[in-house]
């Protein structure tokens, strides 16, 4: 069981949908046409820069990007101002490009399965953890922003 502990983090999660979603791109049912290249690649490489802003941050504020760790401060300022959940937004953006990228419609719904998951597996406990560190300032943070976006 330690073994598969070890891989609950949410790039393995992403990996497997990314790789689920391209399978799927296989199916002949295109819906996204010749311009899904450039918006597929356009929201993988948004993805990307909003996960290295939000990381760079939380590297700055020295507290951690592992979940399940305990968080060393509250980041509420430039990217985390507009979510409580950059990192994990980023990797939806990721997602949804691979999607539109590989022309995939029957993967889209894997997006919101995605996302799911990433609150159940982490956001609620990272929730939790950061209520339990910075109390009302978490409230307060919480209470005018949002989870996702």
Do not use: C
Request: aromatic share 10%; charged share 15%.
């Amino acid at each position: 069981m330690n073994a598969l502990k070890a891989l609950d983090y949410p790039p393995i999660w992403l990996a497997g949908f990314a790789v689920l979603a391209w399978a799927l791109g296989a199916v002949p049912l295109r819906l996204f046409g010749p311009s899904g290249g450039t918006v597929g690649a356009g929201l993988i490489g948004a993805g990307l820069l909003l996960m290295l802003a939000a990381a760079a941050q939380m590297l700055l504020a020295r507290t951690t990007i592992i979940p399940h760790r305990e968080p060393g401060a509250l980041v509420t300022g430039g990217v985390f101002r507009l979510s409580r959940n950059p990192i994990y937004l980023a990797d939806a953006l990721v997602l949804a490009g691979v999607i539109v990228l590989r022309d995939a419609p029957l993967a889209v719904p894997l997006l919101p399965l995605f996302m799911a998951v990433i609150q159940k597996r982490f956001i609620f406990g990272e929730e939790a953890r950061l209520r339990a560190a910075f109390g009302p300032d978490f409230a307060d943070y919480a209470a005018r922003t949002r989870r996702w976006l």
